[in-house]
Every structure is written in structure tokens, then in C-alpha cells.
T-cell receptor, first 114, second 115 residues
Framework: EAQVTQNPRYLITVTGKKLTVTCSQN?????MSWYRQDPGLGLRQIYY???????DKGDVPEGYKVSRKEKRNFPLILESPSPNQTSLYFC?????????????FGPGTRLTVL | QKEVEQNSGPLSVPEGAIASLNCTYS??????FFWYRQYSGKSPELIMS????GDKEDGRFTAQLNKASQYVSLLIRDSQPSDSATYLC???????????????FGKGTHLIIQP
């Protein structure tokens, strides 16, 4: 089944404890992206990648890191999480090398930082 | 900064009627337009994409695009209770304002289909 997967789906952690949220797609998509969704603010892009080893900042990149060493994987790293990073996170992918086309979303990761 | 505006709702529509959802966008040279459906606590699901002026129909859904007015709409015919969800308008492309490569999302319209 063609899909985007994320792990973990739910995570409760404490301030300052490094964490990684994994994202993987099995559709051979070029483009991958991370979004966060907050009440009243909607979906906002954190980072994106147009291809392997090519990543760039989205609208809200502060406090996050990403890497794209393989085409299928695009992990999101929070090196020192803070409570304001409590949010619902979505990974998405698109078959083309640009984010202007259809994007398909993973199931989401609900993160709580205490 | 690109902006995508939607009425937050809730928009209440009787079962079997037509639901009409609207979206305006600020970047005049935007190239791609999408409607996503999102159930509470779930991920956005792509239901329609449209790239050129006019109407595009897919089953009970019709997307309408008017680039001159910077306006996108989604019509849902024969609305069903299962259509109750938040509908997100997303806009991509364009050359003004710089910023990230990706889709800019509206905050969504909450649609309620009343049985």
C-alpha cells in the first residue's frame, strides 16, 4: 500500500530531552516536508526537502532539524524540545521535486512537551 | 507572506443539499490549488486539485477556480453526514513574497451536515 508513515504517533516528553520523529514513504517521491498544526494557526511548514541531501527551511524552522540521507526517509529532530513545540506534526510527500503539487500526508504525530 | 483565507464556520448544511466552501488567496501568480478534508485528529486527505480557471468535477465534488478574482471554491453535492469535517484550502506556486517552497494552507472551514 502506498503510504507515508510516521513514528511515534504519540509522544510525551520533557523540556530539553532530544527526540526524533521518523517519516518514511514508499512511493519513491522526490519531495518531502514537515508541517505542524496548531489550533487557530493552521498548518505551517517547518522544513522541506526537494531531493536527497537537499533540505531547506519552511516558515517555522526554529528549534527543528532535518536530514535527507535516503529518498524514502525524512526524520524531524528536536534537539532541545520546549513546551511551545507541543503540537500535531505531519509529514508529507509529493511525487515531483517541488512542493507546488499534490502532497500526501502521513497519519500525524501528537507531541506534548512538559 | 502568502495568505489563504477561509471562513472558519461552522457551516451547517442539511443532508442532501449542496455545501459551498470558499477560499481566497493573496498571491496573484499562484499556480496550484487544492482542497483537503480533515477529520478531527486525523491527517489531511486530498480530495480535489485544480490548476486552471473553470470547473473541475469528481463525483460529488466540484472545484471552481477564478484566478482573476483570486478565488477558489468547493461544491459538495448530495451532502452526507460523513462529509462533516474541516476542509482546508491550499495554494502552491507563485513568485512573489519569497519564502518556502510548499503549500500555503488556509485555517479551514468546519462543515457540519445535519441528518
Amino acid at each position: 500500500e502506498a503510504q507515508v508513515t510516521q513514528n511515534p504517533r504519540y509522544l510525551i516528553t520533557v523540556t530539553g530531552k532530544k527526540l526524533t520523529v521518523t517519516c518514511s514513504q514508499n512511493m519513491n517521491h522526490e519531495y518531502m516536508s514537515w508541517y505542524r498544526q496548531d489550533p487557530g494557526l493552521g498548518l505551517r511548514q517547518i522544513y522541506y526537502s526537494m531531493n536527497v541531501e537537499v533540505t531547506d527551511k519552511g516558515d517555522v524552522p526554529e528549534g527543528y532539524k532535518v536530514s535527507r540521507k535516503e529518498k524514502r526517509n525524512f526524520p524531524l529532530i528536536l534537539e532541545s524540545p520546549s513546551p511551545n513545540q507541543t503540537s500535531l506534526y505531519f509529514c508529507a510527500s509529493s511525487p515531483t521535486g517541488t512542493g507546488y503539487n499534490e502532497q500526501f500526508f502521513g497519519p500525524g504525530t501528537r507531541l506534548t512537551v512538559l | 507572506q502568502k495568505e489563504v483565507e477561509q471562513n472558519s464556520g461552522p457551516l451547517s448544511v442539511p443532508e442532501g443539499a449542496i455545501a459551498s466552501l470558499n477560499c481566497t488567496y493573496s498571491d496573484r501568480v499562484s499556480q496550484s490549488f487544492f482542497w483537503y478534508r480533515q477529520y478531527s485528529g486525523k491527517s489531511p486527505e486530498l480530495i480535489m486539485s485544480i490548476y486552471s480557471n473553470g470547473d473541475k468535477e469528481d463525483g460529488r465534488f466540484t472545484a471552481q477556480l477564478n484566478k482573476a478574482s483570486q478565488y477558489v471554491s468547493l461544491l459538495i453535492r448530495d451532502s452526507q453526514p460523513s462529509d462533516s469535517a474541516t476542509y482546508l484550502c491550499a495554494v502552491g506556486g507563485g513568485y512573489s513574497g519569497g519564502g518556502a517552497d510548499g503549500l500555503t494552507f488556509g485555517k479551514g472551514t468546519h462543515l457540519i451536515i445535519q441528518p
